[in-house]
């Protein structure tokens, strides 16, 4: 879409005028001049910056245009019945899509929350039995510890009944206790 301002910056540049003509308001110091010359600079960039914004503007309004157009012709509701029977219709299917969509979304949440319960109990499950088996551990080692107590004593004992067994071999002669 044209602009409706494509003016050239020219008219804001002194270039525009004759090589003759001057400035009607043009002040005559140097200082003056190099104010004049600064602010007639951000007057040039501030136009130019007003055109680009404007430039882009229709751009954008003509993409809305376009996209309007695309939408009336895919949706001809639009066009027939005005706005207020196209949202009320827009309404409605939105409200059922909703509804179905709320009632898909409740019954994927009892699932999950289903689901969610088996897992706690599964949970407590697993912890009662890692309860147990560490009990389970805790009495083996107990158990290993009491058996090789027990080892031990019998060793001791064993050693006992030989060395004793050998002093009754020694003071009897050898012969007195053949089976032991």
């Known amino acids: ?32 001049g190099e104010m004049c010359s600064a602010s007639h600079f951000a007057l040039i960039t501030a136009y130019d910056d007003i055109k680009n914004r404007l430039t882009g503007l229709e751009r954008e309004n003509s993409t809305l245009k376009r996209r309007l157009k695309m939408y009336e012709v895919k949706y001809p509701l639009i066009g027939e019945f005005g706005e207020e029977h196209i949202f009320s219709l827009y309404e409605a299917k939105e409200n059922s899509l909703l509804k179905s969509e709320k009632a898909s979304l409740q019954q994927q949440l009892n699932q999950f929350q289903h689901e969610l319960q088996k897992s706690k109990e599964r949970e407590e499950q697993l912890e009662e039995m890692i309860q147990a088996y560490e009990k389970l551990c805790v009495e083996k080692a107990d158990l290993e510890t009491e058996l090789g107590e027990m080892r031990a004593l019998v060793e001791t004992h064993l050693s006992r009944i030989r060395s004793l067994e050998q002093q009754l071999r020694q003071r009897d ?3 007195a ?3 032991l």
């Not at 409706?4 to 804001?12: A, C, P, T």
């Open 173 to 175: 002669g050898g012969g």
């Open 1 to 32: 879409m044209d602009s409706m301002f494509e003016d050239d910056i020219s008219i804001l540049t002194q270039e525009a005028l004759g090589p003759d003509e001057d400035w009607l308001d043009s002040p005559n110091t140097d200082l003056s």
């Open 177 to 179: 206790f053949p089976g």
